[in-house]
RNA sequence: GUGGUCAUAGCUCAAUAGGUAGAGCACCAGGUUGUGAUCCUGGCGGUUGGGGGUUCAAGUCCCCUUGGCCACCCCA
């Protein structure tokens, strides 16, 4: 027991340890069941790509690509840990060529060199889907439906869903300008960190918190005046889709999610859980344009990744979802030195229950309290007098009688007994 | 990257106006010799995140450093 540790997890990573592990086992179950429930197939790529995947995330070497762990392996590639897995998707896609449409889902770790927080940490697992090869509004809903889905499906009930569309790439394009125009024009009194956000992204500036910006953005125009028909009406079409699902959502105009590949639709889900700065659980959009920018054919995509931190962090303010340490259905007490534990819980595991024992040949007492802690439902007590009987003792932990059965009876007995709660 | 704040036993915390650290929980062992969870008793356990300084004396004051948290930035 040192009172300083010789190391320490590097800043902004954790061990996840038992039982929490468990929880997060099962968050990505409930999310493979979910997106296998649509025809989802699980790909998995690899937690480190080149350089230039992940390139085209950030217009003008900004945003994420500034926060990449990068560097060149011993072979003199420039690589990356991933900043987040959709390029990954895009790349597998162009280097593979599946046919369309492309139905996947994936769940892991992602790397961003941050400032890590509660809620934000520099390695941080996301679950997600991505579709592609398919320009359908419909498809859209399906994606945004999987996560509605995904929450529900964990008892989250304070999430909320903001939808907007960016429009076609040329509708962006005019309203980024318009945007540009708008806040430098003297009449706009902007903050001076949003003046340095305008040069880098004018539509980040309707991310901006600041009261000083509040009249510049109200005033500013809404994306929506932008819009091509083509794009209206997709747009329209999700909303319509959503509607018949009976989903709820928010169109707001001046969402902006922070990856500059997203065209047309893009969506954002909140937890009213959540009152810190940290409160998005994760978000997707098109991507239309990406999987020709890594040298694929031009191919439409949408898709989603949410956040599992935040997602449990949500399902802790909200009690659902909890924390539960996995029991076993018997625990093997021995007094006779412990191989009989041994074999006892080597016929329990072969027989499909789940068997601890106690080590060490310590005291019954101690081995008792062991049982008492693992929380199985029974107590399976071998000593002299059973080992020359051939039996053992069962015994119910919740204050029943105890029982001695012949040996070869153990596995029938203890099968018959509820193993739940 | 910027600013703020915090850091005492495994965990949650306490320690009067600077005088060489305590509690609860947890863990271990007993409570007439084969049985847990309750109860009683006892025990293990900290050079007070690390380093330096002021002082006769520092957990308590000052500086540096490491890490957490909060806000900004950005975003999941």
């Given at each position: 027991?040192?009172?300083?540790p010789?190391?320490?997890?590097?800043?902004?990573?954790?061990?996840?340890l038992?039982?929490?592990?468990?929880?997060?086992?099962r968050?990505?179950?409930?999310?493979?069941?979910?997106?296998?429930?649509?025809?989802?197939?699980?790909?998995?790529?690899?937690?480190?790509?080149?350089l230039?995947?992940?390139?085209?995330?950030?217009?003008?070497?900004?945003?994420?690509?500034?926060e990449m762990?990068?560097?060149?392996?011993?072979?003199?590639?420039?690589?990356?840990?991933?900043?987040?897995?959709?390029?990954?998707?895009?790349?597998?896609?162009?280097?593979?060529?599946p046919?369309?449409?492309?139905?996947?889902?994936y769940?892991?770790?992602?790397f961003?060199?941050?400032?890590?927080?509660?809620?934000?940490?520099?390695?941080?697992?996301?679950?997600?889907?991505?579709?592609?090869?398919?320009?359908?509004?419909?498809l859209?809903?399906?994606?945004?439906?999987?996560?509605?889905?995904?929450?529900?499906?964990l008892?989250?009930?304070?999430?909320?869903?903001?939808?907007?569309?960016?429009?076609?790439?040329?509708?962006?394009?005019?309203?980024v300008?318009a945007l540009?125009d708008?806040?430098?024009?003297?009449?706009?009194?902007?903050?001076?960190t949003?003046r340095?956000?305008?040069?880098?992204?004018?539509?980040?500036?309707?991310?901006?918190?600041?009261?000083e910006?509040e009249?510049?953005?109200?005033?500013?125009?809404?994306?929506?005046?932008?819009?091509?028909?083509?794009?209206?009406?997709?747009?329209?079409?999700?909303?319509?889709?959503?509607?018949?699902?009976?989903?709820?959502?928010?169109v707001?105009?001046?969402?902006?999610?922070?990856?500059?590949?997203?065209?047309?639709?893009?969506f954002?889900?909140?937890?009213?859980?959540?009152?810190?700065?940290?409160?998005?659980?994760?978000?997707?959009?098109?991507?239309?344009?990406?999987?020709?920018?890594?040298?694929?054919?031009?191919?439409?995509g949408?898709?989603?990744?949410?956040?599992?931190?935040?997602?449990?962090?949500?399902?802790?303010?909200?009690?659902?979802?909890?924390?539960?340490?996995?029991?076993p259905?018997?625990?093997?007490?021995?007094?006779?030195?412990?191989?009989?534990?041994?074999?006892?819980?080597?016929?329990?595991?072969?027989?499909?229950?789940?068997?601890?024992?106690?080590?060490?040949?310590?005291?019954?007492?101690a081995?008792?309290?062991?049982a008492?802690?693992?929380?199985?439902?029974?107590?399976?007590?071998?000593g002299?007098?059973?080992?020359?009987?051939?039996?053992v003792?069962?015994k119910?932990?919740?204050?029943?009688?105890?029982?001695?059965?012949?040996?070869?009876?153990?596995?029938?007995?203890l099968?018959?007994?509820?193993?739940t709660?």
């Amino acid at each position: 027991m040192r009172a300083v540790p010789a190391f320490q997890t590097s800043p902004g990573m954790r061990d996840i340890l038992p039982p929490e592990s468990a929880r997060w086992r099962r968050l990505n179950a409930v999310f493979a069941s979910v997106a296998a429930s649509a025809g989802y197939g699980q790909l998995i790529t690899p937690l480190l790509e080149d350089l230039g995947v992940f390139a085209r995330l950030g217009e003008g070497g900004e945003g994420v690509s500034k926060e990449m762990y990068q560097f060149a392996d011993k072979g003199g590639r420039d690589v990356a840990l991933r900043p987040e897995v959709t390029a990954s998707v895009c790349r597998a896609f162009a280097e593979h060529r599946p046919t369309t449409p492309w139905k996947v889902w994936y769940t892991g770790p992602n790397f961003r060199y941050e400032k890590p927080q509660r809620g934000r940490f520099r390695q941080f697992d996301q679950v997600g889907v991505e579709v592609l090869g398919v320009d359908d509004a419909q498809l859209d809903v399906e994606v945004i439906a999987l996560a509605d889905e995904f929450f529900r499906a964990l008892g989250l009930q304070r999430i909320r869903l903001i939808v907007n569309s960016l429009g076609e790439p040329d509708d962006r394009a005019r309203y980024v300008n318009a945007l540009r125009d708008h806040f430098e024009s003297s009449s706009a009194g902007l903050s001076t960190t949003s003046r340095e956000t305008l040069q880098r992204n004018p539509l980040r500036v309707l991310d901006s918190k600041r009261a000083e910006d509040e009249a510049a953005i109200a005033a500013a125009p809404q994306i929506g005046e932008f819009h091509s028909p083509a794009a209206a009406e997709h747009f329209e079409a999700v909303q319509g889709g959503l509607r018949a699902l009976e989903i709820d959502f928010e169109v707001e105009p001046k969402l902006v999610r922070g990856l500059d590949y997203y065209r047309r639709t893009i969506f954002e889900f909140q937890s009213d859980a959540l009152d810190s700065a940290q409160n998005a659980l994760g978000g997707g959009g098109r991507y239309d344009g990406l999987v020709e920018a890594l040298g694929g054919p031009p191919t439409p995509g949408v898709g989603f990744a949410l956040g599992l931190d935040r997602t449990l962090i949500a399902c802790d303010e909200e009690g659902v979802f909890s924390s539960e340490s996995e029991r076993p259905d018997a625990f093997v007490v021995d007094v006779t030195g412990g191989l009989h534990a041994t074999v006892i819980t080597g016929e329990l595991r072969a027989a499909g229950l789940v068997a601890d024992r106690g080590f060490d040949n310590r005291s019954m007492k101690a081995q008792m309290k062991l049982a008492n802690r693992s929380a199985a439902p029974s107590a399976v007590i071998v000593g002299e007098d059973e080992v020359a009987a051939g039996t053992v003792i069962v015994k119910p932990m919740d204050g029943g009688e105890q029982i001695t059965i012949r040996r070869d009876e153990l596995v029938a007995h203890l099968r018959a007994r509820p193993t739940t709660t």
